[in-house]
C-alpha cells in the first residue's frame, strides 16, 4: 500500500536507512525527528567547499581544465551547464528524478561536474577532512569512505535517471589543512589530493525496494546493535505507537 503523497528520499534518509532501519522508521513513518548534527560545526568545511565550487567556475566560464586535473592527467573540464546552479543549491531543489517502481522522488546535491572527451560527466565531491595516512585500516575511516562512495554511486544514478551519461569513475577532491606550522597567522595552508571512485550503483535499485518494504510495515524495526539513538531508547524505555496515517 502507497501513500498518496510521494515520499521524498535524500541521500541523508537513503544513508539513515542502510545504517539503522529503526531509525528511519522513527523519522519517515512516525515523523520523530531524528538528532541532527549543529550545521555550525562544519562551517570552515563549507567555506572551503564554496571556495573550490567559485574557482571551478572560473575555469568553466572559460572551459579550461583546472590545474588540478592537469595535474592528476585527468582530461576534462568543468561541465558548463545552467543547470548546474539547481544541482548545487538544495534550496533550488538540487537534482531529482521519480523512482515510478517504489513511488519514491530522489534528489540529491552535487558539488561539482565535469565533462571528459567522450561528453561522459564526472561526479566531483568537495572534502574539507582530516584524513591521517595511518589510519586506512580504522573501521571508522572505512565506515566513512563506504559512505562517501554510496553517495557518489547514488548521484551517478540521479544523472542517469535524467538522461545524462556518467563516467564510471568520480573523484573526490579532499583538501587538509597544516596543522604543523608555528604560527597561525590568520592563514590556513591546504594539501589537496584527489582520491578516485568506481561508481557502483548496483545497490541503489535492491535498497529503494527494502525501504519501500520498511515504510509499509506496521511494526517498527528491531533497534540496530550499534546504533547509540536505538541504545537511548533501550535503556530509557522508550517506546513507540504505530499508526500507519495514510494522507
Known amino acids: 500500500m502507497f501513500r498518496?503523497?510521494?515520499?521524498q528520499l535524500s541521500?541523508?534518509?537513503?544513508?539513515?536507512?542502510?545504517?539503522?532501519?529503526?531509525?528511519?522508521?522513527?523519522?519517515?513513518?512516525?515523523k520523530r525527528k531524528h538528532p541532527g548534527v549543529d550545521?555550525?560545526?562544519?562551517?570552515?568545511?563549507?567555506?572551503?567547499?564554496?571556495?573550490?565550487?567559485?574557482?571551478?567556475?572560473?575555469?568553466?566560464e572559460k572551459q579550461l581544465p583546472h590545474p588540478i586535473m592537469t595535474a592528476n592527467n585527468?582530461?576534462?573540464?568543468?561541465?558548463n551547464n545552467p543547470k548546474i546552479r539547481i544541482w548545487r543549491d538544495y534550496r533550488a531543489g538540487?537534482?531529482?528524478?521519480?523512482?515510478?517502481?517504489?513511488?519514491?522522488?530522489?534528489?540529491?546535491?552535487?558539488?561539482?561536474?565535469?565533462?571528459?572527451?567522450?561528453?561522459?560527466?564526472?561526479i566531483v565531491d568537495y572534502k574539507a577532512t582530516e584524513k591521517h595516512k595511518n589510519n586506512s585500516n580504522n573501521s571508522n575511516q572505512k565506515k566513512w569512505d563506504s559512505n562517501n562512495n554510496n553517495q557518489m554511486a547514488f548521484y551517478g544514478s540521479l544523472l542517469k535517471n535524467n538522461g545524462y551519461r556518467v563516467h564510471n569513475i568520480g573523484y573526490f577532491v579532499q583538501s587538509s589543512a597544516n596543522r604543523d606550522k608555528p604560527t597561525f597567522n590568520q592563514r590556513l595552508e591546504f594539501e589537496t589530493l584527489i582520491q578516485p571512485c568506481v561508481l557502483n550503483d548496483g545497490w541503489v535499485e535492491t535498497t529503494l525496494g527494502e525501504?519501500?518494504?520498511?515504510?509499509?510495515?506496521?511494526?517498527i524495526p528491531e533497534a540496530t546493535e550499534d546504533c547509540v539513538h536505538c541504545k537511548f531508547d533501550l535503556i530509557n524505555h522508550n517506546k513507540y505507537e504505530i499508526l500507519k496515517i495514510y494522507n
Open 4 to 7: 498518496t503523497v510521494m515520499p
Open 11 to 30: 541521500w541523508s534518509k537513503i544513508n539513515l536507512f542502510m545504517q539503522c532501519q529503526r531509525c528511519f522508521y522513527k523519522v519517515e513513518v512516525l
Open 39 to 60: 550545521p555550525d560545526a562544519f562551517a570552515l568545511n563549507n567555506a572551503v567547499d564554496n571556495l573550490w565550487k567559485k574557482e571551478s567556475d572560473i575555469y568553466r
Open 74 to 79: 585527468i582530461i576534462a573540464v568543468p561541465y
Open 94 to 122: 538540487g537534482i531529482r528524478c521519480i523512482d515510478t517502481t517504489n513511488n519514491f522522488e530522489l534528489f540529491g546535491v552535487i558539488d561539482d561536474i565535469w565533462i571528459n572527451q567522450q561528453e561522459e560527466l564526472i
Open 211 to 219: 525501504i519501500r518494504q520498511c515504510i509499509n510495515q506496521e511494526k
